[in-house]
């Protein structure tokens, strides 16, 4: 049974592009988080999609953006990036949106901005 | 910004010691309380996690003891192995919340 998997692994990109992040849930979820997870910090909330709405959102410029589709995998896009993107970022998945317990994280996708 | 306070950020002992990570928060509707593991290169896992109706919870070598008049929780480790050295975050979730806040991490060495 696959964990929750995330692509790709590591991405350089630089001042002003764009980037597309990707995560699979474990099987049976159906609802993914996104977290922020700078260097020596703990993961920071993004914003959680279930029934491919966005369901929450934590204190984010409206750069990051989301999608769910219908196989419940998720996308993360950021946009005009800035050297502060620079971070880990990683999908959570979980059975539900509400007072997930449950809460499985995946490898995570190290952004480096230049 | 909900405030989670985490300490100490770093901790070194030798094996089969007993580290001690604390945790503070200052949300009263708070009503879970995990302790995540991670490992250089993968993502937080789940360790152990406490609601407030008890005081101590043990999962193995590991033992969460809550004070909720204090508002504190912590983290005991007992014998210590040099596989234990990791970042440990604990976390809070409300119950009818859907995101964790975490605190910002202990790493832990533990030495042969």
């Known amino acids: 049974d696959a964990g929750v998997t995330q692509s790709p692994t590591h991405l350089i990109k630089t001042r002003g592009q764009q980037v597309t992040l990707r995560c699979s849930p474990k099987?049976?979820?159906?609802?993914v988080s996104w977290y922020q997870q700078a260097l020596g910090q703990g993961p920071q909330f993004i914003f959680q999609y279930y029934e491919e709405e966005e369901r929450q959102r934590g204190n984010f410029p409206d750069r990051f953006s989301g999608h769910q589709f219908p196989n419940y995998s998720s996308e993360l896009n950021v946009n005009a990036l800035l050297l502060g993107d620079s971070a880990l970022y990683l999908c959570?998945?979980?059975?539900?949106?509400?007072?997930?317990?449950?809460?499985?994280f995946g490898s995570g996708t190290q952004l480096s901005v230049l | 910004q909900q405030q989670v306070k985490q300490s100490p950020q770093s901790l070194i002992v030798q094996k089969g010691g007993i580290p001690i990570i604390n945790c503070a928060y200052e949300n009263t509707a708070f009503d879970y309380f995990p302790w995540y593991q991670q490992f250089p290169g993968k993502g937080p896992a789940l360790l152990i996690a406490?609601?407030?109706?008890?005081s101590e919870k043990k999962e193995g070598r590991f033992t969460i003891s809550f004070n909720k008049s204090a508002k504190q929780f912590s983290l005991h480790i007992m014998d210590s192995q040099p596989g234990d050295s990791a970042t440990y975050f604990c976390a809070f979730l409300r119950p009818t919340g859907n995101q964790f806040y975490f605190g910002t991490g202990t790493s832990l060495t533990v030495i042969p």
């Open positions: 099987s049976g979820h159906d609802t």
């Open positions: 959570a998945s979980s059975s539900g949106p509400i007072f997930n317990e449950k809460l499985f």
């Open positions: 406490i609601r407030p109706d008890v």
